[in-house]
């Protein structure tokens, strides 16, 4: 029986970071049993180092990828070489990493060829389409293959597992660490450093928040959506719309030529987590292409419109506080445009259960690792949704 276990922790972008953090908080709490070690890419450099201040997490090891107008095969070679590099030094017994970045199929590939056991969280999820979202679904699926412990956040994505035919003592269900990172972050006195954040009125104010990146939606899509959230706040006096805006310039072109300039459109840089968490919670509605969203805004009691034709997270849909509506004009406005005018619907999304978690997420990941090792002699309790 192994007395103390080194475990490593893998991750690159700030929605890893985010749901990570978490993770590596917990592993700190068991210094008679575990060795912790962060190893971060820096896939993404800015967003990754603002969640690290925020949970106040020091890498042991900083592979400093980010580069201008990098490729996936930049980020994978570069960060399959980083890592060889810190596996060999370290020698963990287990690395974990997350969801479905090119940062998790690297780190995980990377393990595997060192012959390391390997924790995939978050793991499960699935549109069965792959390349929608690209380059996401087969880092996940191909990462899945590789995994030796499962971390399926929900029983959906344990299913979907189970019908890969993988091991059902591998499977282990615990919630989405998100739910346990907005537990640290979200506060009713929050006050915005941002002034312009600051001075909205969210109390007499309709806020719509807005976040685009997808490269599927690059172009024409994002630009149909666009233009039907200026119809909306051309009809609507008492709706604003934030829009933290992505860096990439193909998202900030067409954003800048349809929304830029308007009284009730607030375009401001991208925010670090601990603001945007907060600025769900004040939001009136979502409007989204992203994943992680998607999971932390029904933890939050808000709707969310998701601008996409398919999701590895149908969980929420099913619940009924997500929407998938991809990016036709028409249906953009006309479905935010019933949450507006609605009350009844609204209601009905904003009451919806939170399908993805209790906060309890990373103790549950350390219990399974400890339980694996043979450390503790129970499985964690499974996460059940209410």
């Not at 930049?74 to 960060?79: G, R, S």
């Not at 615990?174 to 972050?185: K, P, Y």
Request: net charge negative; proline share 5%; glycine share 6%.
């Amino acid at each position: 029986m192994a007395k103390n276990i080194k475990v490593m922790t893998v991750f690159g972008t700030r929605p890893e970071a985010i749901k990570m953090a978490p993770i590596v908080l917990e592993l700190q709490k068991h210094p008679d049993t575990i060795t912790p070690v962060v190893a971060v890419t820096a896939q993404h450099r800015e967003m990754l180092d603002q969640v690290l201040g925020l949970f106040h997490i020091t890498p042991d090891y900083d592979l400093n990828l980010m580069a201008a107008g990098q490729t996936l095969f930049d980020i994978t070679t570069k960060a399959m070489n980083g890592l060889d590099k810190v596996l060999t030094k370290e020698q963990p017994d287990i690395v974990l990493v997350h969801g479905d970045t090119t940062t998790t199929f690297a780190g995980a590939l990377a393990a595997y060829y060192h012959q390391t056991t390997v924790g995939h969280v978050e793991a499960g999820l699935r549109t069965h389409n792959k390349y929608s979202p690209f380059p996401e679904e087969m880092n996940r699926k191909l990462t899945g293959c590789i995994a030796d412990l499962n971390f399926a956040p929900t029983a959906t994505s344990e299913a979907n597992l189970l019908s890969e035919n993988v091991p059902k003592k591998s499977i282990f269900v615990t919630g989405n660490t998100v739910i346990d990172a907005l537990h640290h972050t979200v506060q009713d006195d929050f006050a915005f450093d941002d002034e312009l954040l600051q001075g909205i009125d969210f109390e007499h104010k309709r806020v719509i928040l807005v976040t685009t990146h997808r490269r599927e939606n690059l172009g024409e899509p994002m630009r149909h959506v666009y233009k039907a959230l200026r119809q909306l706040t051309e009809e609507f006096d008492d709706v604003e719309i934030v829009f933290p805006v992505h860096k990439n310039p193909k998202v900030r072109e067409v954003v800048n030529a349809e929304l830029g300039g308007l009284e009730k459109v607030h375009l401001i840089e991208p925010l670090d987590y601990e603001p945007f968490a907060n600025l769900m919670h004040r939001a009136h509605l979502i409007l989204t292409d992203s994943g992680g969203v998607q999971e932390e805004a029904p933890a939050l009691g808000k709707p969310v419109l998701v601008l996409r034709d398919t999701t590895e997270r149908p969980e929420a849909v099913e619940a009924g506080t997500v929407k998938l509506i991809g990016t036709d004009r028409d249906r953009v406005y006309e479905e935010a445009k019933r949450l507006l005018t609605d009350e009844a619907e609204y209601q009905r999304m904003a009451e919806s259960c939170n399908p993805y978690g209790d906060g309890e997420a990373s103790r549950r990941i350390i219990q399974a690792i400890l339980y694996h090792y043979g450390l503790v002699g129970e499985r964690p309790d499974r996460f059940e949704a209410k």
